[in-house]
């Protein structure tokens, strides 16, 4: 079996990581990415269609380019401080992951994947001001605009632990974390992501949600 793709936050942390594993694998004959920046720095590749927009708010002139997916990967991810604030930090991780889900869904591509976190609840009581509940209560509403909000034959929520991000601007806590041995590589999530749509879409394990909570069953679902 074939599969086209199309991700969002392929210059992140973990998209860079899967863009490069999607073009890799023989299985996945179209890789489309749409950002603000192109994903390969002027590189080219054949697989790779690099649709770079001004905007991430209003994916309406995009329409064309989610015809034909596969699978659709929501990895799109900030920080409150990188975001600009409370609500910037909202407008990214919920607004821009619900207008990209629209666009999905619009095109009737099967299947969702997006990256949550763990504890994320989008029931949970929150205030901006107070930014662990706030984030927590974001990604839980995050992970509705793949299972409820818009329709989708199958659905997979990633909710890892803290994440060790492989960049080379690093925040001041990613050493510490590798060095303790409790954070989840993000080449490890992207593999985990890719061959969870490998194993649902070859045995057919349609209209379903899967939940992959917690840095040790994503790294055994990778192996």
């Known amino acids: 079996m074939s599969y086209s793709a199309i991700v969002i936050g392929g210059t992140g942390a973990t998209g860079k990581q899967l863009i490069k594993l999607l073009l890799r694998n023989e299985k996945f004959t179209s890789v489309t990415s749409i950002g603000r920046r192109p994903v390969l720095d002027g590189a080219k590749n054949d697989k790779l269609i690099d649709i770079v927009v001004d905007s991430m708010v209003d994916l309406s002139s995009t329409q064309k380019r989610w015809d034909k997916n596969d699978v659709f990967f929501n990895c799109i991810g900030t920080t409150r401080q990188k975001a600009g604030g409370a609500k910037e930090f909202i407008d990214i991780e919920l607004g821009i992951s619900r207008e990209a889900a629209r666009m999905a869904s619009l095109s009737n591509i099967p299947h969702a994947v997006l990256i949550s976190a763990s504890g994320a609840n989008h029931k949970t009581w929150a205030v901006e001001w107070l930014h662990p509940l706030l984030y927590t209560r974001t990604m839980g509403q995050k992970e509705q605009t793949i299972i ?73 679902l990778a192996q």
């Open 148 to 220: 409820s909000e818009f329709h989708f034959e199958t659905v997979s929520v990633f909710k890892p632990g803290m994440l060790i991000r492989l960049m080379e601007d690093k925040e001041w806590y990613d050493d510490i974390i590798e060095k303790l041995g409790v954070g989840l590589r993000v080449d490890v999530l992207a593999r985990a992501m890719m061959k969870d749509v490998e194993n649902i879409r070859s045995y057919g394990k349609n209209s379903e949600t899967y939940f992959h909570i917690g840095n040790s069953a994503i790294i055994e």
